[in-house]
């Protein structure tokens, strides 16, 4: 007897139909799984036998195929279990037919046919609801994270055998998914800006950063504060819009980085690899491709610390997918789309040692030293980083004015929460302007020139820079794109010579 479940299959963000077909016929007792099925899903069979056989269920003594169609999808992952396991009670007349009809169904099944939560729910959830499906069976794990699509009814179950008394019973009473915990706000989940003293031009441009979506560099010698800014530009971000929050979450969910009932992300992420990393880990990829740290870093921050470490051929691939916001991976059998709109962050040491440039410390690196440090980091990639900021050490009455017994201690800079709402009105501005509400890091080309409106005098100041300093066309848009981004904190209509100035002020490493 021939049987048919449906469930799905992770491609890139997304998830295609698959559906699960399952023969009985005469022949040697034995079960084969065919259909492009990856390691995990050719073992499907044992823990398929052994949940029906420990669920008190018949295990079909007889000769089955399972094909997951269509056989030129690649399928991976333990989540066919669940549908294997139904097309066979189906195949085997312990399930009606008609129970399963429009029914999608996905989960890892234990030996003693528990259910195990899996990744890529949340994908599998808007593939269901776009294909029409009646309901989502998954496991009790993942159901709060399925319930996130609204207008479908998910199922969530424990065990091989609630999931049979479900079906059997469509009208018995079952539990609602959990909701998910609750969050704290952007702005009260990280650190906060007033923890920095002094360092003045730093945290001007990570405000210029987190208003305009600018890439940011950071280079001084160690304990600058470099790290310390960077962590803290999560806060000064918008807080996540609907559709971005469910994007993060389908991605993180992908990579299967979603605790058991979590919701939707509301955070901005923040991920900072290891130098160390694989090109693999940074950008993603695989045999069947995975979202790598910088689409984990989508709508967030991509954090990368000791910049110069990295492998040049590693952040050589970053170039494009920084240009375009969305990155593809394309292999032998399928081609693979993860959005990657980051706003990256890097940090990086002038030399080897650290202290080239210090006014307290002297370097011990050589010339050529210094040219190997810097020849890690290609002028292309350079010049996709809008702002370059050379970091100081804090002076020592901002560091020991707070234990010096009886002294005052040192203002505190500007809150996080008072940068955030300056950002936001920026934000707000950009996106009343400019076309689909980009934002002034995005815009490119004829956008870009509709856009800026620069004063005669701060015109003429841009164009001697570009002749001096050699700038790149790329480079060139770039110091309009961050003057933009000065002219809107500063609630203005055009672009001022003042504006030009201090967005030239960042261009700091064109000639590395």
Known sequence: M????SSGALRGLEALPVTVEVDIA???PGLR?????DAAAQESRERVRGALRNGGLRVPLTRVVVNLAPADLPKAGPGFDLPIALGLLVASQQLAATAVEGIWSAGELGLDGGLRPIRGVLALALAARRHGARALVVPAANAT?????EGLPVWGAGHLVEVVALLRDPGRPRAAPAAAPAL???????PDLAEVRGQAHGRRALEIAAAGGHHLLLVGAPGSGKTMLAQRLPAL???LGEQEALEVTQLHSLAGLLGEGAGLRRQRPFRSPHHGCSAAALVGGGALPRPGELSLAHHGVLFLDELAEFRREVLDQLRQPLEEGELWISRAQQRCRFPCRVLLVAATNPCPCGWYG?????CRCGEAQRRRHWGRLSGPLLDRIDLQVVMRRPEAHHLGG???EGAQRPPAGEASAVVAQRVAAARQRMGQRNPAGAANGQLEGPALAAIVTPEPDALALWERAISQRRLSARGAERVLRVARTIADLASAERVSGAAIAEALSYRSFDQV
């Open 2 to 5: 021939l049987a048919r479940c």
């Open 26 to 28: 005469p022949g040697l």
């Open 33 to 37: 799984v065919v259909g492009l099925a």
């Open 145 to 149: 994270e399925a319930a996130l699509v």
């Open 184 to 190: 704290p706000a952007a702005a009260a989940a990280g």
């Open 237 to 239: 971000l918008p807080p």
């Open 358 to 362: 210090d006014p307290s410390q002297s």
């Open 402 to 404: 707070a234990y010096r």
